[in-house]
């Protein structure tokens, strides 16, 4: 049986085009030999000209939490004061984070669908001798995106602080050019802007964090250990046994990304977002995120305010093939999110505006 791909609306993973699939399918290879070297290479050039960077990008098999226990079990040192604006689900893991390995994080709070000032940021920087700062770049569970990075940067490269980033749900959807805003540490997953398969995660490394991450007197992970993924990453190998249908099916998705370039990219991710929002206004559906100038492109979030979600969800799957995700931990029932990161274009966001008006108008729309 032929299983018909539904249309995956999720923040990730993406409906995947047949070519990545294909490409997963390939004969398994020595991930010690010439072949797979010259596939390690590929995909990281592929990887740099994303993430724009000349940094090493090094890939993990494991998806986008993995690259983030990375970060903390090797860049960031027990009892360090780590600075985490948090503002919503994912924001709060990264704290977790720094408690699991004994760093002190220094949170700045704002309540979901905003983001902290600049100012609350900027005095926790000046009243807290911070050596690192954590910022998710879209919150994906607010539909919020944190467009201050370059300001935060700033004044982080004055005071010798590393930054280290998580666009796990929108590299590749919205511009991030992580040289030119001086990012030490840029982590990203394989299944949502990056177009591939789900369960890699990819990580980017700064000359001051790889120093650090090495003198590290305390890496506890064995498996993420950086001095063996950096040791072997020389030899365009992973310490161990790889995923290498993964990177098979993200060497096809980043031939794909340069087909169609990265600026065309960009392009259609925000013109997407824009017709997804323009519809909501139209249908006095509330966007979540407060002020405008941080509605993110790859997640668009919206208040299920007098529109029963769970039968709206249902019927877009069941009678158009298109999923949509239900919104997360504490806004589960009050929210849903539209993913914005996969292949589809203007074509495909129309049938499936026109599909949730008709939906919407066979449930009774909204109150
Ligand atoms: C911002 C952000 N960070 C981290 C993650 C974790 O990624 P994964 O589910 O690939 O482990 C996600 C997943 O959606 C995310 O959106």
């Known amino acids: 049986m032929v299983q018909k791909a539904p249309m995956l609306l999720i923040p990730g993973p993406i409906t995947l085009p047949e070519r990545v699939l294909k490409a997963m399918a390939k004969p398994i290879i020595n991930h010690r030999g010439e072949e797979f070297h010259t596939l390690y290479e590929k995909v990281e050039e592929g990887l740099k000209s994303v993430f724009k960077t000349e940094n090493n990008v090094y890939i993990i098999s494991g998806s986008g939490t993995a690259g983030v226990d990375m970060v903390f079990q090797n860049f960031v040192y027990e009892g360090e004061k780590i600075l985490i604006p948090d503002f919503g689900e994912f924001t709060g893991r990264i704290v977790e984070n720094a408690l699991k390995i004994g760093a002190e994080p220094v949170v700045v709070k704002s309540e979901w669908g905003c983001i902290p000032s600049l100012g609350s940021i900027m005095s926790a920087v000046e009243n807290n001798d911070v050596e690192s700062i954590f910022i998710v770049h879209n919150e994906t569970s607010t539909g919020v995106t944190f467009r201050l990075i370059d300001e935060v940067a700033s004044i982080a490269r004055k005071r010798g602080i590393l930054v280290f980033v998580d666009t796990v749900s929108d590299l590749g959807v919205e511009p991030f050019y992580t040289d030119e805003l001086g990012v030490d540490i840029c982590v990203a997953a394989s299944q949502k802007g990056l177009g591939g398969p789900p369960g890699l995660s990819f990580v980017s490394v700064s000359g001051r964090a790889l120093e650090k ?33 993964l990177i098979y099916g993200m060497a096809e998705a980043l031939e794909i990304l340069k087909e169609e370039g990265y600026e065309e990219r960009v392009k259609r991710h925000a013109e997407n977002a824009r017709m997804i929002y323009e519809f909501l206004e139209s249908e006095n559906i509330e966007v979540f995120p407060r002020d405008k100038e941080y509605w993110s492109t790859s997640v668009i979030v919206f208040r299920n305010k007098g529109i029963n979600a769970e039968e709206m969800i249902r019927r877009l799957y069941e009678e158009h093939g298109i999923l949509i995700a239900r ?36 449930i009774g729309g909204k109150s």
Not at 233 to 242: A, D, I, K, S
Not at 340 to 347: P, T
Not at 348 to 355: A, D, G, K, R, V
């Open 213 to 245: 991450g090495l003198k590290n007197p305390r890496r506890r992970s064995f498996y993420l250990d950086f001095e063996k993924i950096h040791r072997f990453h020389l030899r365009r190998e992973t310490p161990f046994t790889p995923a290498v249908p």
């Open 327 to 362: 919104g997360m931990g504490k806004l589960r029932n009050e929210t849903t999110r539209i993913g914005n990161v996969g292949y589809e274009g203007r074509v495909e966001i129309e049938y499936f505006l026109n599909s949730l008006r008709k939906v919407l108008k066979d």
